[in-house]
């Protein structure tokens, strides 16, 4: 992991020293470009010395770029070497951070069209103008596109930066599988279920959830009206470790119904309490392990 921080004269002193020394906190190295080599002067008077030349960078050595804010993003914003690194980390799919007076540089690379931001107030006129959503938030995080207003959302927006920054742990297949069920179950379409996840958890693909996230993304749908219909009938937790556990015995839905009609006298997973649930499940179990436990060779 390797950070990039574009800059220049007049930018807003703590919208650059605190990414620049968060990254160094956590061992990520980065560096710090200008379209002069001398150090860069902040609006409140403090001296950074840059460690590369604007028109020298080479975006392939990166996987994120920083853009604060002040009076810096005026003098970026026409410099085309500058766009065209945006245009390029964009279209790399790597991460994009801007605050305050930062998004202006999006602007003029044209890369906001289709996409939600914010922004220091004066300048949400010139993000709508470029088609973008403007929302008036802490922080704003679309895809590989993080945007945030004035000093005082640093926190947030250095919170979201650093997610983007550890690699996820990753979840394994059965999770994975769950909330695809879970997805189908709830009749998304592709475009509400990635617009869930950003909502919920801040990324829009499943396969970048960790453990935290895949969680709370369960407890917003355990939510959902849809699992709110029988208060006395079964969890959502349980219904999906039932669909599991079907999975790995490879029952198709008639051969489960036919089970429920023969033991419980029911006719679908839904009709079950959450008592006679808790039996299904380990019923289940056990058939899952006399399986096992024949299928293993003598010894």
């Not at 009076?71 to 065209?84: F, G, I, Q, W």
């Not at 069209?113 to 103008?129: D, H, I």
Request: hydrophobic share 35%.
């Amino acid at each position: 992991m390797k950070a990039l921080l574009i800059s220049a004269d007049g930018f807003e002193d703590s919208e650059l020293l605190v990414p620049y020394y968060r990254f160094l906190e956590e061992g990520i190295e980065i560096d710090i470009a200008s379209i002069k080599s001398d150090p860069i002067i902040g609006k409140h008077g403090y001296h950074v010395t840059t460690t590369r030349s604007l028109d020298k960078v080479d975006s392939s050595l990166y996987d994120i770029l920083i853009l604060p804010g002040g009076k810096a993003p005026t003098l970026l914003r026409n410099n085309e070497k500058m766009l065209d690194l945006v245009r390029q980390f964009i279209k790399d799919g790597k991460t994009v951070a801007a605050i305050c007076h930062g998004p202006q540089i999006l602007v003029s690379a044209g890369v906001l069209s289709g996409r939600r931001a914010t922004c220091y107030k004066n300048v949400a006129e010139e993000l709508e103008k470029a088609g973008c959503s403007y929302s008036d938030e802490q922080v704003v995080v679309d895809d590989n596109l993080i945007t945030s207003r004035v000093p005082a959302d640093l926190p947030a927006f250095m919170r979201e930066i650093m997610k983007k920054c550890r690699k996820p742990t990753g979840l394994d297949k059965k999770k994975l599988a769950l909330i695809h069920i879970v997805k189908r179950d709830l009749h998304l379409s592709d475009q509400e279920y990635r617009d869930i996840l950003q909502q919920v958890t801040g990324v829009r693909s499943a396969k970048d959830l960790d453990e935290t996230a895949f969680n709370r993304l369960l407890r917003y749908f355990a939510r959902s009206k849809q699992y709110q219909i029988n208060p006395y009938g079964l969890t959502f937790r349980q219904k999906y470790f039932i669909k599991h556990l079907l999975a790995d015995l490879h029952w198709d839905e008639g051969h489960f119904h036919n089970f429920l009609k023969k033991y419980y006298q029911k006719t679908g997973i839904d009709d079950l309490t959450k008592g006679e649930a808790s039996n299904v499940i380990e019923s289940l179990k056990n058939i899952i392990k006399h399986t096992v436990r024949n299928s293993q060779p003598d010894t």
